[in-house]
């Protein structure tokens, strides 16, 4: 057991996930996506009809109910890694990648009360170790993280890994509908106002473009022997 903090940030789709669930489960460390905590946000201001139709997000209401302390979230490990959140009580895990949340969640991220928020509740949840995955770990949330991966691959090659995931789903989506997709997203999270995505000095850079999972934790091995004397395989 270890009680470091791995801060994992990176564009859309280079797999941080899938790389932070396996290290947590490895190394019995708490798995935190902090994606989910900006999806469950915008599943909040949904339900509370704080998003018009039009997308325009009621600020004023959304900030009010933070402030009075209604948007109560919580976590907890699965077995596997990676994890379960809910909101006031009610696990919303499922809710959250539904395509409306997917359809707001750029927009509610960009509001800084709301990040502000979210990275008060991720350092409440962390602070006592955790592999935590986003934009900004390494950079506005955890700057003095033990260790900080900047996670990268080459925009095709993300958007052929999105496509066939979405064709196990039963999908049929357009190759070029999905790099657009993709590349638009890239856009959006290092032209952000607040916190873009871009990598901290001190992180670490992994490009996986032609990397397997279980190649990339034989490099991650290396540098964690080294650092903590600790090991992943
Ligand atoms: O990783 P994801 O798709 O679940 O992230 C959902 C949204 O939240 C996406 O628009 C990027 C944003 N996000 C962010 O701005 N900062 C983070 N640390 C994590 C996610």
């Known amino acids: ?30 798995y935190l996506d902090s994606g989910a905590l900006y999806r469950t946000v915008t599943l909040y201001a949904l339900q509370h009809g704080q998003i018009e139709w039009n997308g325009e997000i009621l600020e004023r209401r959304l900030q009010e109910d933070m402030l009075l302390g209604r948007i109560e979230i919580s976590v907890l490990p699965k077995d596997d890694g990676s994890m379960r959140i809910f909101l006031g009580g009610e696990e919303v895990s499922a809710k959250i990648r539904e395509l409306d949340v997917a359809r707001n969640v750029s927009a509610i991220a960009t509001i800084p009360f709301v990040r502000n928020f979210v990275d008060e509740q991720l350092h409440r949840l962390g602070a006592k170790g955790c592999v935590m995955d986003g934009r900004d770990i390494g950079t506005a949330v955890f700057p003095n993280a033990d260790l900080k991966i900047f996670m990268t691959a080459d925009a095709e090659i993300r958007a052929w890994r999105r496509v066939r995931q979405m064709e196990e789903a039963g999908q049929h989506p357009r190759f070029e509908e999905i790099l657009k997709n993709v590349q638009e997203r890239d856009y959006i999270d290092s032209h952000r106002a607040m916190n873009p995505l871009r990598k901290a000095d001190d992180a670490i850079v992994l490009d996986n473009s032609h990397m397997t999972v279980a190649e990339q934790m034989v490099w991650l091995d290396g540098i964690l022997r080294e650092r903590f004397n600790l090991s992943v395989l």
């Open 1 to 30: 057991m270890t009680n470091i903090i791995i801060a994992i940030d990176g564009y859309s789709s280079t797999g941080k996930g899938t790389f932070a669930v396996e290290i947590a489960r490895r190394l019995g460390l708490l």
